[in-house]
C-alpha cells in the first residue's frame, strides 16, 4: 500500500476525511491509513516527536495556549517567525 502522489504529508489531517475520503483513499492511502482498506481514527492531538520531548523538559514551550488549533502550514513559509516566536514547541523548532 503506497500512496499514488508524492505530496501528501503536505495536506492536513482533515484531508484524509470527510469530503476528501475518497480522494484521500485513491491518492494517498498510506498516509491517511486506509491500507488494508481500514477505516482510520482521526488524530486527537498533536504527538510529539522525541526530540520535542527532550526539550521540551529543557524549557522550550509554546507561549500561546492554542498552537494545536493551526495546521502543520503555520509553522513554515511566511509563519516561520511567528511559529518559531509563538509556538517552537508544537511546530518542532526547540534546540
Known amino acids: 500500500c503506497v500512496d499514488k ?3 501528501c504529508l503536505d495536506y492536513t489531517d482533515e484531508s484524509c476525511f470527510g469530503i476528501f475520503t475518497s480522494w484521500a483513499k485513491e491518492n494517498c ?3 491517511c491509513g ?3 482498506d481500514s477505516v482510520p481514527t482521526k488524530p486527537s492531538e498533536h504527538t510529539p516527536t522525541v526530540q520535542q520531548i527532550v526539550t521540551n523538559v529543557t524549557g522550550c514551550v ?3 495556549d492554542n498552537c ?3 495546521t502543520d502550514e503555520s509553522c513554515f513559509g511566511i ?3 511567528w511559529a518559531k516566536e509563538n509556538c ?3 511546530c518542532g523548532y526547540c534546540n
Open 62 to 64: 509554546d507561549k500561546i
Open 5 to 7: 502522489i508524492d505530496n
Open 79 to 81: 509563519f516561520t517567525s
Open 34 to 36: 486506509y491500507c488494508n
Open 68 to 70: 494545536l488549533d493551526y
Open 88 to 90: 517552537p514547541y508544537t
Open 29 to 31: 492511502p498510506y498516509t
